[in-house]
């Protein structure tokens, strides 16, 4: 398959007090980053060939506490540092900061515990110990906490991560640790069906390539060609770390996406990114992507 297919099968459903989740992924085609020569990557589901289990959870919420606790192989991204409102974008900058390079996500969740805790009508605190060698190992550990602020209009997220495990930094020395942190922020315009956000994202320039991420961008929903349509424009830019050997410092990719919804079960999403500067080098590149998603 030359180009990218991923199919998922989930399983959703309660134990008594409990709420599980349980999910299986293939993906087979070609990884277009590897041809793009981009750093942040243009599809969200590029990554190598693979088939396996992909998500298992228990989910206890305690309502004396108006806490939750999630225990199993958890995807984080699906619990931290996202946005709603640049879920439809197909970058994989636009769902994560990429300075959040040691996080348990796609293609490789890991055993974690997730405890989310609502402090008040708006407010809430989250907080994970993930393992962090191989996925399943707990001989070191990603920690993530994260405060969050979400009212009718706007929705405010400000998180830090910390690594325990060993990685030899950009400067050649052995760190025993990384760290960073990041910010969301997403709403709704109260006078149309306009959806916006903002993200930013900071690690060490010793640590990675990618030293900090700004990105933005808007959504609106309406109705186009006799179907149900979503439109959004987005920018992603990750600065590269000095101790890098680039011609220039910024990866920069402008974003275009119209989703149409045909039915319940089929959408089809013609897409086109300008990437400038891909991993630093004196280039721009057009990518076009359609994505076709069905689901029953």
């Known amino acids: 398959m030359d180009h990218p297919g991923l199919v998922e099968i989930s399983l959703v459903g309660d134990i008594g007090a409990f709420d599980y989740f349980i999910s299986g992924q293939v993906l087979e085609g070609k990884n277009a980053s590897t041809e793009i020569g981009d750093i942040q990557v243009a599809s969200n589901i590029d990554a190598g060939?693979?088939?396996?289990?992909?998500?298992?959870?228990?989910?206890?919420?305690?309502?004396?506490?108006?806490?939750?606790?999630?225990?199993?192989?958890m995807d984080l991204n699906n619990k931290f540092a996202y946005a709603d409102n640049a879920s439809e974008f197909l970058n994989s900058s636009m769902g994560i900061s990429p300075t959040i390079f040691t996080v348990p996500t796609y293609p490789e969740p890991a055993l974690s515990l997730v405890y989310e805790q609502h402090l008040g009508a708006n407010y809430s605190l989250a907080g994970t110990v993930s393992a962090g060698a191989g996925n399943d190992d707990f001989s070191d550990l990603f920690y993530m906490l994260e405060w969050r602020y979400h009212s009718d209009t706007i929705g405010l997220k400000a998180g830090g991560w910390h690594h325990t495990g060993e990685l030899t930094a950009l400067d050649g020395h052995i760190e025993d640790s990384s760290e960073g942190w990041y910010a969301v922020l997403e709403g709704q315009l109260t006078s149309m069906p306009v959806g916006y956000y903002a993200q930013y994202g900071y690690t060490d320039k010793r640590l990675t390539e990618i030293t900090q991420h700004v990105g933005a961008g808007i959504t609106a929903r309406h109705f186009l060609l006799n179907h149900?349509?979503?439109?959004?424009?987005?920018?992603?830019?990750?600065?590269?770390?000095?101790?890098?050997?680039?011609?220039?410092?910024?990866?920069?990719?402008?974003?275009?996406?119209?989703?149409?919804?045909?039915?319940?079960?089929?959408?089809?999403?013609?897409?086109?990114?300008?990437?400038?500067?891909?991993?630093g080098d004196d280039r721009n590149v057009w990518v076009s992507t359609l994505r076709v998603a069905l689901s029953f």
């Open 228 to 279: 149900n349509a979503v439109t959004g424009v987005g920018v992603t830019a990750a600065r590269l770390s000095e101790l890098t050997d680039t011609q220039r410092r910024w990866e920069t990719v402008a974003e275009v996406f119209v989703k149409f919804q045909i039915n319940d079960a089929l959408s089809l999403k013609p897409d086109i990114q300008y990437v400038m500067s891909p991993a």
């Open 49 to 73: 060939e693979f088939s396996k289990l992909y998500e298992y959870w228990l989910s206890y919420e305690f309502a004396s506490l108006d806490g939750v606790m999630t225990v199993g192989q």
